[in-house]
């Protein structure tokens, strides 16, 4: 049996993994032109961390975690406001949860394509997909700019994130699913050898109103960056709009030396874009099928979506992998919906619970989440609020 899977993200690597393990060749065709290197801190827990245990990934995943002791919110000064201990917090989300720096843990899944036989998988970055096509034959992928280039396959893997081009050519314009939340969210990483040592093992936030800046410090002397803020219209330049790195110096200028100063490194093109979810009425059609973000993204603000990406494309692989006839292809798609729709949808309520109150709109609301975390350290009050997060892991 043959697959190709679009987008080489982490759901897109895990199912080419699983699928590749069970017997299965895959062609992994991705546009950037090598595994990207910028990325956001997150946690992974729950369901990620179950499936990555049994698939074996587990090992790999743990050894480029983090050790964070606190999230902390700080003001314009530097003084702290409030804070989350994070050793509580994994007790109450399930007795696991790492702290994981995005482009690791797709680097960590990619290293893991080794486990698989030689030649069983083959991978091609700077792959851009134009079209593709689907009949009682199979699947066929055409690649843009290369007349007559094509993967011909039995069944079709989306993964290639919230801007899927799998969806919007097989299941529709991208504006039918897509959900904003009302926010953008930035992510990049600047080397500051002088802010590094006092950003290690903390996860600092900045305490402030429709905009929220976050910084950890990373192993080497780098610092990665995590901003979040309102999507309204905003001045342009001379020129015409703002690019994404001037857009975040004006919105995040004054929330502290630390912010400014990463702001002055910033990279031209940083990461930024919508926060938002997927909506779906139906994940596959045919012998095509979607996973990770591009049928469920939950929101970055969910905390949830990398682990998500693995439970899925361990889930997809689990049952996609043992088939070994045409006929059998569909009905395996099928169940991984009916399986996996419940869970995804229980981690977009707990990403929409974020959204309501991740960016306080005044003071009084700022005032409110400060109460919130300090009563994380009340018993009983703290599993409440943990649940509040995880969703139902919490219980």
């Not at 680097?107 to 030689?118: C, F, K, S």
């Not at 689907?134 to 007559?148: A, E, H, Q, T, Y």
Request: hydrophobic residues 45%; aromatic residues 6%.
């Amino acid at each position: 049996m043959k697959a190709v899977v679009v987008g080489a993200g982490i759901a897109g690597l895990v199912t080419a993994r699983q699928l590749g393990l069970a017997g299965w060749d895959v062609e992994l065709v991705e546009k950037s032109a090598a595994p990207r290197p910028d990325g956001y801190m997150m946690d992974f827990f729950g369901p990620g961390v179950e499936a990555s245990e049994r698939i074996g990934l587990y090992p790999r995943v743990a050894a480029v975690a983090y050790q964070i002791e606190a999230a902390e919110y700080v003001d314009a000064a530097g003084h702290r406001t409030s804070s989350l201990d994070f050793d509580r917090f994994s007790r109450l989300a399930g007795g696991k949860v790492l702290s994981l720096l995005r482009p690791d843990l797709e680097r960590a899944a990619l290293a893991a394509l080794n486990d698989v036989e030689p030649d069983r998988i083959r991978v091609h970055y700077g792959v851009h997909v134009s079209k593709v096509w689907s009949d009682d034959d199979g699947v066929r992928v055409f690649v843009d700019g290369v007349p007559g280039v094509k993967f011909a396959a039995d069944v079709l893997v989306g993964a290639d994130g919230i801007h899927s081009i799998v969806r919007a050519q097989v299941f529709g314009a991208e504006e039918e699913y897509l959900r904003p939340l009302g926010m953008r969210a930035a992510a990049f990483i600047v080397t500051e050898p002088t802010l590094n040592p006092g950003l290690r093992n903390r996860f600092v936030l900045t305490d402030s109103i429709d905009r929220v800046a976050g910084l950890h410090g990373l192993r080497t002397d780098q610092v990665a960056a995590f901003m979040v803020y309102r999507e309204t219209p905003g001045p342009t330049g001379r020129q015409g709009p703002l690019s994404p790195r001037d857009r975040l110096r004006r919105e995040f200028a004054g929330l502290g030396h630390a912010v400014d100063r990463v702001l002055e490194l910033c990279p031209e093109h940083p990461y930024d874009d919508v926060v938002a979810q997927i909506l779906m009425p139906g994940w596959q059609k045919g012998r095509t099928v979607l996973v990770g973000d591009a049928c469920g993204a939950v929101s970055l603000l969910a905390g949830q979506g990398g682990s998500l990406a693995i439970a899925g494309a361990a889930l997809l692989g689990d049952l996609l992998g043992p088939v070994t006839s045409t006929e059998a292809i569909s009905p395996a798609l099928t169940e991984f919906e009916r399986r996996w729709r419940p869970v995804v949808k229980e981690a977009q309520a707990a990403g929409r619970r974020a959204a309501s109150s991740f960016l306080p709109a005044n003071r009084a609301q700022r005032l409110l989440r400060r109460w919130i975390i300090r009563a994380t350290h009340v018993p009983g009050i703290d599993r409440l609020v943990a649940r509040q997060i995880v969703g139902r892991i919490a219980k």
